[in-house]
C-alpha cells in the first residue's frame, strides 16, 4: 500500500512538473500587465516627448508612434514617466515594457538591451548662435563652454570628445530645457543635443539658435526592450512595420520635425 501510494504521488508529481514546463513555454507573458503596452519616457524632451502647458497631457513625436503601435497590436498604452537617469533601471526591473523616448542606439547599449530597428535619423549635433560660423567641425568646440543634458549620449559623446584631447568646458544639466536656457542666457556659448530636439528649438526660436555644420556621432534612435524579450520585440517590429508601410510614420515626422526624417536612415553608428 505505501509503495502504491508513494508511487502514485510520485506520477502527480511528475504530471505536475510536466504541466508547469508546459504553461511557462505556452503562457510566457508579451507584456508585464496583459493588455497593456507600458512605455517609459521622460516627458521634458520636446519634440520627442513633453508635457502640453494648455491640456497637461504628454505629447510629442514618441508618444504619438506609441499609440500608433499600441493599436497595431491591439494593446492599450500606458505612459510611464521616469527621469532620464533611472530610465534603463526601470525596464531592467520591468517597472514598464519598453522605453520610448528618444533612445539611441549605441554600442554600449546593443548588447544589453534588445532593439527594433531605427526609426528615426539622429546624431548629436552642434548648436551655435544665428550667424556664428566659428564652430565648423568637432575640433572647434576647442575654448568654448559646452551645455548637454547629464548621462545623455550628448554627454557621453562630450566626454569621449574631450578625451580625444579637444579643451573645453563641459557643463550638465538635468534637463534638455535648461541647457537650452543656459545658452539664452549666455551660460554656455554652444550645446551638444539630439539632432530632432535641435531642429524643434531652432524652428521654435530662429532668433536664438542654429545648427551648425558639425555633429559629432550618428547614432539613430529605436525602440529599446528587456534583454531576452525577443517575443515584445518581435510583436513590436512587426507593428513599427506596418504604420513605416502605410505612411503613419512619416507623417509623425512631418507633424512634429516638419519633414520626414524617418527614411533612408543612416544605420552605421558613429560614435
Not at 133 to 142: F, G, I, N, Q, R
Not at 205 to 211: A, G, K, M, S, T
Request: with cysteine; aromatic share 8%; net charge negative.
Amino acid at each position: 500500500m505505501k509503495k502504491f501510494a508513494v508511487l502514485f504521488v510520485a506520477l502527480l508529481l511528475l504530471v505536475s512538473l510536466l504541466a508547469g514546463c508546459g504553461q511557462t513555454t505556452a503562457s510566457k507573458d508579451l507584456t508585464i500587465t496583459e493588455g497593456k503596452l507600458t512605455i517609459g519616457t521622460e516627458p521634458a524632451y520636446p519634440p520627442m516627448e513633453f508635457i502640453d502647458e494648455q491640456t497637461g497631457e504628454t505629447v510629442g513625436f514618441d508618444i504619438d508612434l506609441a499609440k500608433a503601435l499600441g493599436e497595431e497590436m491591439g494593446l492599450e498604452v500606458v505612459f510611464v514617466p521616469v527621469a532620464w537617469d533611472s530610465i534603463f533601471i526601470g525596464l531592467d526591473t520591468q517597472k514598464y515594457d519598453a522605453i520610448m523616448s528618444s533612445v539611441s542606439m549605441t554600442n554600449e547599449r546593443l548588447p544589453n538591451f534588445e532593439f527594433t530597428t531605427p526609426y528615426l535619423a539622429n546624431g548629436q549635433v552642434i548648436v551655435v548662435r544665428p550667424g556664428d560660423e566659428s564652430v565648423k567641425t568637432p575640433a572647434d568646440l576647442e575654448g568654448k563652454t559646452v551645455g548637454v543634458q547629464f548621462q545623455t549620449t550628448s554627454d557621453i559623446a562630450c566626454q569621449k570628445h574631450l578625451a580625444s584631447g579637444v579643451k573645453f568646458d563641459l557643463v550638465q544639466y538635468d534637463s534638455v530645457d535648461l541647457a537650452f536656457l543656459a545658452m539664452r542666457s549666455g551660460n554656455v556659448n554652444t550645446i551638444v543635443v539630439d539632432m530632432a530636439v535641435a531642429i524643434d528649438y531652432v524652428a521654435k526660436y530662429p532668433d536664438l539658435y542654429e545648427i551648425s555644420s558639425a555633429s559629432l556621432t550618428n547614432e539613430p534612435i529605436s525602440i529599446c526592450i528587456k534583454k531576452g524579450n525577443t517575443e515584445l520585440k518581435d510583436e513590436m517590429q512587426k507593428a513599427l512595420n506596418a504604420v513605416v508601410k502605410d505612411g503613419t510614420l512619416s507623417e509623425i515626422s512631418i507633424k512634429w520635425l516638419g519633414d520626414d526624417y524617418t527614411k533612408n536612415i543612416d544605420t552605421e553608428l558613429r560614435e
